[in-house]
């Protein structure tokens, strides 16, 4: 173990989860967090089983009283912390005049806010270690539109705007503030009911197609993205949305 604690938010399943299972094999104690406390458990333990070092704990990005009291908790255990990577998100297609003001604000409430709430609640530890790093998982919806993905794709940008200001305003102190941006990765969004399609595969398809490189991406691509922004590797780099998407987008 390198003694430097990252927490993982969404890391019960999906790419969080492969983010977290990475990172704990780079060396790193991964606090693995879920709204959803078996998955949570089962991500954690699964990490342990391996031989490395993680502990999971329930916690509702959308709550700032989750936040500050898992926080507070993780602090205690495990401090000081060193980084964060805020992976929880949601989304579904929804046609754009069809979208309920309540699911415009429950996006935003989970992928934007979250992460505002995780960082603000995490920065203070970084802060006292004189050193850290937060991740924030947006998508290749923060650079670009994508019909029917409106209200999600206005989370996603927020969230790279979050990522610069964060780390112009922290840089100063050692702390480094990136942005991942996947493409198309098949965990639970890129489900019938997410995509609005009972098809999704197609869907899928066609985006890998219109790549460069002419494939989707793995949990694994977007696992070994966020372990090099981690890392001392990437210790010159801060404010960047990283795509890492088989050059779907150049931007
Ligand atoms: N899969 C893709 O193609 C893709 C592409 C680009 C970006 N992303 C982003 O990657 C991140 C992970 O997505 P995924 O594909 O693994 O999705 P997923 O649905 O497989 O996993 C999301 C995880 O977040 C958890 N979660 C949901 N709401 C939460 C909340 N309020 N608080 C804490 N945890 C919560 C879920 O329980 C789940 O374990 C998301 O931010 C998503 O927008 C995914």
Known sequence: ??????????????????????????????????VDSLAAESAAAGIRDS????SAYVLDVSDAASVTDVIATIAETEAPLYGLVNNAGIGRATPFLELQLKDWERVFAVNSTGAFLMSQAVLPHLLDRGEGVILNI???????????????????????????????????????????????IKTAIWGSEAQATDDP??????????TALGRGQSVEDIASAASFLLGPESSNITGVALSVDSGLNFS
């Not at 031989?51 to 993680?54: E, F, T």
């Not at 206005?154 to 942005?179: M, Y």
């Not at 595969?201 to 219109?210: C, E, H, I, N, Q």
Request: glycine share 16%.
């Open 138 to 184: 947006s998508s290749i919806a923060g650079k670009d539109g994508f019909p029917l993905w409106v209200h999600y794709s206005a989370t996603k940008h927020a969230i790279i705007g979050l990522t610069r200001g964060l780390a112009r305003e922290f840089g100063p102190q050692g702390i480094r503030v990136n942005a991942l941006c996947p493409g198309a």
């Open 1 to 34: 173990m390198n003694g430097k604690t990252v927490i993982v938010t969404g890391a019960g399943g999906g790419l969080g989860k492969g983010i977290a299972q990475r990172l704990a094999q780079d060396g790193f104690s991964v606090a693995v967090t879920d």
């Open 51 to 54: 031989g490395y070092d993680a």
């Open 201 to 210: 595969d197609t869907v899928f398809d066609l985006l890998a197609s219109r």
